[in-house]
């Protein structure tokens, strides 16, 4: 049976991929990042990230969840 909700199993990349914010994210409100090439849905990678980016700031991708890329904040570090 196919499964119609987000998968769960977040896959972690071995390098962190440099994106650019396209709609603003936040702690609760997913946004989008220019990544690869191309456009991603994009959310915080920790759920209790209390910043707020804004399109165009620099973000690391650092994995996914399903499409959805899971980023943090260039400052922030790893």
């Not at 769960?8 to 936040?26: D, L, Q, R, Y």
Request: proline letters at 6%; aromatic letters at 8%.
């Amino acid at each position: 049976m196919v499964s119609l909700f987000a998968p769960s199993e977040v896959e972690m990349f071995s390098e962190a991929v440099m994106g650019t914010v396209e709609k603003t994210i936040s702690q609760n409100q997913p946004g989008r990042v220019k990544c690869l090439a191309t456009y991603w849905p994009a959310r915080f990678y920790h759920s209790n990230c209390d910043v707020v980016l804004f399109p165009d700031e620099v973000v690391k991708v650092v994995g996914r969840q399903g499409i959805t890329m899971l980023v943090l904040p260039v400052n922030l570090g790893n």
